[in-house]
């Protein structure tokens, strides 16, 4: 196991810990123009992408060498579907920076090829050399990417089925329809083979989850404690999200 080191920033609102979540990719592209970064979706990461593009539109930064791979994509959902996070990312960051969708990666979620399409992820991240940055959030459970409670510390891409609380969450994002009940997500062992781990949580209703991420040593009711095992984690909260066990 490795030795864990985590660094925690608090910001006093959502927009300055996501003004410097977007801050720190950006070093990391302007350092190594083809980095490697896991993406992920979920309402956390919507001025994440606005501060991307905003610093491109200013000339600060190409995306131009990047490849990127997110954590999950809804099962059973075409890339077309509004509700995809193959369309969430294309409207939110892809559509409007000079990335080459060609080296933008979203697991193969259709429901026949699942098995198949796990390990096929996992060998083109490898084929990639690995990701240098895995951006990452929080579920109100303590989820990480869709690794409910109960996932193991070891697991790898593969298809999943969502949780009840996970499913109330997200309905705000299918408009009324219904969210999809399975997914394919990067496992915990996925995410935490990332060379840096970059955590965004805002908001009162992630403090329970922020807590139990550091409390103890792993355990599987809170998929986000893996991540005290991993040796660069760098966790970006706003207040409310920060418990009071880590206030200034
Ligand atoms: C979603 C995603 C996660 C995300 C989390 C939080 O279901 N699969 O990757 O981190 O839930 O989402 P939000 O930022 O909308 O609270």
Redesign the pocket.
């Known amino acids: 196991m490795q030795t864990s080191s985590s660094q925690r920033h608090i910001f006093p609102t959502s927009d300055a810990a996501a003004q410097a979540v977007a801050a720190h990719i950006i070093s990391t592209v302007k350092a190594k123009p083809n980095a490697v970064l896991g993406l992920?979706?979920?309402?956390?990461?919507e001025p994440v992408y606005a501060h991307l593009i905003a610093a491109y539109k200013r000339g600060d930064v190409r995306f131009s060498d990047v490849s990127t791979f997110n954590?999950?994509e809804y099962a059973g959902l075409a890339p077309s579907d509004p509700g995809s996070y193959r369309s969430t990312m294309d409207r939110l960051f892809f559509d409007h920076v000079d990335i080459d969708k060609t080296k933008t990666f979203l697991p193969e979620a259709s429901l026949d090829a699942s098995a198949a399409a796990g390990n096929d992820y996992e060998a083109m991240i490898i084929q990639a050399g690995g990701i240098d940055l895995q951006l990452?959030?929080?579920?109100?459970n303590g989820?990480?990417?869709?690794n409910e409670p109960g996932s193991a510390i070891d697991s790898r891409t593969r298809l999943v089925e969502l949780h009840e609380d996970?499913l109330a969450?997200?309905a705000r994002f299918f408009d009324g329809g219904k969210v999809p009940g399975s997914?394919i997500?990067m496992g915990i062992g996925t995410i935490l083979s990332a060379r840096e781990i970059v955590v965004l949580a805002t908001?009162a209703?992630?403090a329970d989850a922020v807590r139990d991420a550091h409390c103890g040593s792993f355990s599987p009711d809170c998929p986000a404690s893996a991540l005290q095992t991993h040796n660069h984690v760098l966790w970006f909260l706003d207040s409310a999200a920060a418990s009071t066990r880590f206030a200034a």
């Open positions: 992920a979706t979920g309402a956390t990461m954590l999950d990452l959030g929080i579920g109100r989820h990480i990417g869709f996970t969450a997200n997914a997500t908001g209703a992630k």
